[in-house]
């Protein structure tokens, strides 16, 4: 049959990723104004409420000007993981695309994003005594016994993040099957019938060189505790920010705690959140590069939020356009 107009569309969604402070929140706020689109947060920690200066959140004037998803969503001593993500993502997505606007997704999660694009398996729900058991044990002897029983898995996570071993690990023993398995695909239709599927055509990436991201780092992190991360931090230990694992995660969490409990001065916290800092960034790029392969483009030190997106807005209309059902 002949494509036509009608039966064709450009990509689905629109994805944005790259390391913390390399600059895709404020191109994605230019972008979204662009292409008429509306952005979802890829952030495991924006979802929390209370944690805005820890996280970067985006201003309330920001917000006001371009619809965001998916921050705020859960409490500090809530749980929240990459199932709820890839539920709220979707639905979000399938709400802005049935307005006739274009969902753009910005963050530097990257499980968040390869569940987004790849769906994610039928998994059992956590157990108690298999998760303890196996947070008890050495990570070491868990990342053997993950290389023996899956060894897909074991190439593509993240081999110093406990919480995703133990998590691979709780499923294939409570399943008998490996956790690279059990992915299911997207297919489900929005509002108005048409079938979403996001593609990784559609995604790109953000870098800079070193120099250049370490200095941006440097900055964020002065502006995070001029505005006042130690009290967000204290306000938050009152509330259980401290119980819920996963939420402390969040740049300059643990540091912070530690200082405020008096185990290290305020200038050496500071230096230490911004070597953290660049660790993680450093891990942001390693896994971008070698699970997700989106589409890099690489900024200079002058580029703008306006120069940054143009880039992005050229890549994405020169997609070929997808012919729908």
């Known amino acids: 049959m002949a494509m036509t107009r009608d039966t064709m569309r450009p990509p689905a969604v629109l994805l944005l990723a790259g390391p913390t402070a390399v600059g895709k929140s404020e191109a994605a706020l230019v972008l979204a104004r662009q292409l008429n689109g509306e952005i979802i947060s890829v952030d495991s920690m924006q979802v929390y409420r209370g944690l805005d200066v820890g996280t970067a959140k ?7 000007l371009v ?7 859960a409490g500090p001593g809530e749980r929240f993981d990459v199932a709820r993500f890839v539920s709220l993502a ?5 709400e802005i695309r049935s307005r006739g606007r274009l969902p753009i997704l910005c963050g530097g999660s990257g499980l968040y994003f390869q569940a987004f694009l790849e769906g994610l398996g039928d998994s059992p729900p956590a157990d108690a005594l298999v998760r303890a058991e196996l947070a008890a044990t050495p990570l070491p002897e868990l990342l053997r ?3 023996l029983r899956d060894r897909p898995t074991y190439e593509k996570i993240d081999r110093r993040n406990p919480r995703r071993v ?7 023993r409570l ?3 490996p956790f690279s398995d059990q992915r299911a695909a997207w297919g489900k239709a929005d509002s108005r019938g048409e079938v979403i599927q996001p593609s990784a055509e559609g995604f790109f990436a953000l870098s800079r060189q070193p120099a250049d991201l370490r200095a941006r780092i440097n900055a964020r992190v002065e502006w995070m505790f001029r505005n006042g991360l130690v009290a967000e931090t204290a306000r938050l230990l009152e509330q259980g920010f401290a119980e819920n694992p996963t939420a402390t995660q969040a740049i300059g969490g643990y540091q912070v705690v530690e200082h405020l409990r008096g185990e290290r001065p305020l200038d050496e916290t500071i230096e230490l959140v911004k070597v953290r800092t660049r660790q993680f960034a ?3 790029m390693t896994w971008f590069r070698h699970q997700a392969r989106p589409r890099w483009l690489e900024l200079a030190p002058t580029d703008t939020a306006g120069t940054a997106a143009a880039h992005v807005c050229e890549a994405f ?3 070929p356009a997808r012919q729908t059902s």
């Open 58 to 64: 985006p201003s309330m004037e920001e917000r006001r």
């Open 67 to 73: 619809p965001h998803h998916l921050i705020d969503v």
């Open 90 to 94: 979707r639905a979000a997505a399938g």
């Open 145 to 147: 016994e993950l290389e």
């Open 166 to 172: 133990v998590r691979a690990l709780e499923v294939i």
């Open 175 to 177: 399943t008998g099957r």
């Open 282 to 284: 450093k891990r942001q």
């Open 317 to 319: 209309e020169a997609l």
